[in-house]
């Protein structure tokens, strides 16, 4: 394919752009994979990233999209070879180096791993980085000693990408799942998927108190700010918090006290850089934890372009667990 189709976003004076165009591969990032795009989804950096919300993209003019799945077309390493099935997430990939929202990607080896057989290239993109954050985030919890009978697991932001896959496969594994959403109206959403209580986000939003009442045994966190400093206060002697977000701040307006009198771990999760033997671990998991028929439910598909559309939605906490999207 000598002439393909991508998302070109520049920046001039007048703003930000987003334009479909032709390119040619001279007009991406230099790679030693190239790798034809069959399919891609959006995530939240992706929809910061498209709207010009924060500073994600590092060059211009850029293809965003930190996440793809396709199939090799040349590869000068030779861990990869033509017609291998391939997944990408992070990496600076869809911010400083050209991603996934075109028809032919080309990247670094070392940031591709080959699709686990269990998986089609549209499930490993209803996964895509925020459910392989999700897993992450599981081997957090119980790298921490979190095992479900230790008690409940609150999981923030639930609806969302992250927070629905991480809510799925928690329920598979045992674990009594607490979900927080400021969407009431995804109650039953989340029940279907494993959740046994709901609650308001509201609960956790606002300043709370340094220490409170010993409620779960751990927690996936994607929010920051108030909401992890009221999830970590009211973590269980010994617990442990994976988080992995900042959707409500980057700030932790919290205290030493969950940490030195009750031993709570924080663990931060990093998805962007994670080695690959952690990337493939991750995904290995995935194929067994993750209930195929509970990603079909968590997911909808819709034609790339859609991108554009999607990216105020999902900022504005309005889209429900993950999209696919189809390339053509």
């Given at each position: 394919?000598?002439?393909?189709?991508?998302?070109?976003?520049?920046?001039?004076?007048?703003?930000?752009?987003?334009?479909?165009?032709?390119?040619?591969?001279?007009?991406?990032?230099?790679?030693?994979?190239?790798v034809r795009v069959t399919h891609t989804t959006i995530n939240y950096k992706d929809g910061l990233a498209l709207t010009g919300t924060a500073p994600i993209l590092r060059k211009w003019p850029m293809v965003?999209?930190?996440?793809?799945?396709?199939?090799?077309?040349?590869?000068?390493?030779?861990?990869?070879?033509?017609?291998?099935?391939?997944?990408?997430?992070?990496?600076?990939?869809?911010?400083?180096?050209?991603?996934?929202?075109?028809?032919?990607?080309?990247?670094?080896?070392?940031?591709?791993?080959?699709?686990?057989?269990?998986?089609?290239?549209?499930?490993?993109?209803?996964?895509?980085?925020?459910?392989?954050?999700?897993?992450?985030?599981?081997?957090?919890?119980?790298?921490?000693?979190?095992?479900?009978?230790?008690?409940?697991?609150?999981?923030?932001?639930?609806?969302?990408?992250?927070?629905?896959?991480?809510?799925?496969?928690?329920?598979?594994?045992?674990?009594?799942?607490?979900?927080?959403?400021?969407?009431?109206?995804?109650?039953?959403?989340?029940?279907?998927?494993?959740?046994?209580?709901?609650?308001?986000?509201?609960?956790?939003?606002?300043?709370?108190?340094?220490?409170?009442?010993?409620?779960?045994?751990?927690?996936?966190?994607?929010?920051?700010?108030?909401?992890?400093?009221?999830?970590?206060?009211?973590?269980?002697?010994?617990?442990?918090?994976?988080?992995?977000?900042?959707?409500?701040?980057?700030?932790?307006?919290?205290?030493?006290?969950?940490?030195?009198?009750?031993?709570?771990?924080?663990?931060?999760?990093?998805?962007?850089?994670?080695?690959?033997?952690?990337?493939?671990?991750?995904?290995?998991?995935?194929?067994?934890?993750?209930?195929?028929?509970?990603?079909?439910?968590?997911?909808?598909?819709?034609?790339?372009?859609d991108v554009t559309e999607l990216a105020p939605q999902i900022i504005a906490g309005q889209v429900r667990g993950r999209v696919v999207l189809e390339v053509e």
């Amino acid at each position: 394919m000598d002439r393909f189709k991508a998302l070109h976003v520049s920046k001039s004076d007048a703003g930000q752009a987003n334009e479909w165009k032709t390119i040619g591969l001279e007009d991406l990032s230099d790679g030693d994979v190239v790798v034809r795009v069959t399919h891609t989804t959006i995530n939240y950096k992706d929809g910061l990233a498209l709207t010009g919300t924060a500073p994600i993209l590092r060059k211009w003019p850029m293809v965003p999209g930190i996440d793809f799945t396709g199939t090799v077309e040349t590869s000068s390493n030779p861990e990869f070879q033509p017609g291998d099935g391939v997944i990408l997430n992070g990496w600076g990939v869809g911010e400083g180096h050209d991603g996934g929202y075109s028809q032919i990607a080309r990247v670094k080896a070392d940031w591709l791993i080959k699709r686990p057989a269990e998986f089609t290239p549209a499930e490993t993109m209803a996964i895509g980085t925020a459910g392989y954050t999700a897993m992450l985030c599981v081997l957090a919890l119980e790298a921490n000693g979190v095992t479900p009978d230790k008690g409940q697991v609150l999981v923030t932001g639930a609806a969302g990408g992250v927070g629905s896959v991480a809510v799925s496969v928690l329920a598979k594994l045992g674990y009594e799942v607490v979900a927080s959403t400021g969407r009431a109206s995804e109650s039953d959403f989340l029940k279907g998927l494993g959740a046994s209580e709901i609650i308001d986000r509201a609960e956790l939003s606002e300043k709370g108190r340094p220490l409170g009442k010993e409620r779960w045994a751990g927690a996936v966190d994607v929010a920051g700010s108030h909401t992890l400093a009221n999830v970590l206060a009211s973590i269980k002697y010994g617990g442990c918090v994976a988080a992995c977000g900042l959707a409500q701040g980057f700030d932790l307006p919290a205290t030493v006290m969950p940490f030195i009198l009750r031993g709570v771990t924080l663990a931060g999760v990093d998805s962007v850089n994670a080695p690959k033997a952690k990337r493939i671990a991750a995904w290995q998991r995935l194929a067994t934890d993750l209930d195929r028929s509970k990603l079909a439910e968590l997911t909808v598909t819709r034609p790339w372009t859609d991108v554009t559309e999607l990216a105020p939605q999902i900022i504005a906490g309005q889209v429900r667990g993950r999209v696919v999207l189809e390339v053509e």
